[in-house]
């Protein structure tokens, strides 16, 4: 998954930087607000890329005395430094941008050249948003989950800040067009520098989505629900457990999963043998699960 991740992370940012570059030689010519805002827009998504890469390396790094579990939370706190830099570089400019080209009134010189821009921007970010979109469509098929569920439940929240990031990118450059369009026909500024505020109003939206989807994984939380029931399936259903007295679990990152049982074990069970009931059910929830689990069974003897 890393390696689809890092290849769909790869594209968003190249398309981003190549967009940021046109982006910029449009607002140069035609002084447009939204075109500047844009810009911003596009740098803010393409240093973002490069915190969700560093993420992706980091995370990557094997178990240690320290981290027991993997450095897998990492990407967490790399996802939240991505959405203060949406809020921050992106979002802020836009407005401060926007407010500024209505206070100060004009109207974007050479407006086809904005329509032009825009059109292969729209190109590049659809194709990023299409690699980012079927890797979801494969990873929810593997799953045997409908596309809109697996994303709402996916921990990767690398290939959903891809998403979206590549969402909030078309649905601006929509936004910029009707600013320059508008300003074109009425001849005010204030549709260019709104433009240029609503932009940013959809930056903070990204933002605030992502930073509380990165803060609730970093915080820690259990498994979805219908990864339960099948924990506890397979717990109940081990011959020599007579029941399943209490379950917690914890996501630790995208990939591991701490699950906490206490069960009641039948009386003719020895210790040893209640280790090798352990090692079963820690073998088909791995065989079974998306994520690595990993087993701690509490067992209690059953009443004589």
Do not use: C
């Not at 990557?60 to 579990?69: E, L, Q, S, T």
């Amino acid at each position: 998954m890393d390696r689809s991740t890092r290849r769909t992370v790869l594209i968003a940012g190249a398309a981003n930087l190549m967009v940021a570059a046109t982006k910029l030689a449009a607002a140069l010519i035609t002084g447009s607000s939204v075109m500047l805002a844009e810009t911003a827009h596009s740098l803010a998504d393409t240093l973002n890329q490069a915190f969700l890469l560093a993420s992706l390396g980091r995370s990557a790094r094997p178990a240690d005395a320290r981290h027991p579990f993997g450095y897998g939370q990492e990407r967490y706190v790399w996802s939240l430094l991505a959405a203060f830099g949406i809020f921050v570089a992106g979002a802020g400019f836009s407005i401060f941008e926007g407010v500024l080209a209505i206070v100060r009134g004009g109207r974007p010189a050479q407006p086809a050249v904005a329509y032009i821009v825009l059109a292969v921007s729209f190109v590049a970010e659809g194709l990023s948003f299409a690699q980012a979109l079927r890797q979801i469509y494969l990873e929810a098929g593997d799953r045997g989950r409908g596309l809109l569920d697996h994303f709402r439940r996916s921990a990767d929240l690398t290939l959903k800040a891809a998403l979206f990031e590549d969402i909030a990118a078309l649905a601006g450059l929509v936004v910029a067009a009707i600013g320059v369009g508008m300003t074109q026909v009425t001849g005010s500024s204030v549709w260019d520098g709104g433009a240029s505020i609503a932009v940013g109003a959809l930056l903070i939206a990204v933002a605030y989505r992502l930073g509380r989807d990165s803060v609730d994984l970093l915080i820690g939380h259990a498994a979805d629900p219908e990864e339960q029931r099948l924990i506890r399936d397979e717990i109940r259903k081990t011959k020599g457990v007579d029941d399943l007295l209490d379950l917690r679990t914890l996501r630790v990152g995208p990939d591991h999963l701490i699950v906490a049982a206490r069960v009641s074990f039948s009386d003719d069970i020895s210790a040893d043998q209640a280790e090798e009931l352990a090692g079963d059910i820690d073998r088909r929830l791995r065989e079974k699960l998306s994520v690595v689990p990993h087993v701690f069974l509490d067992p209690t003897q059953g009443p004589r």
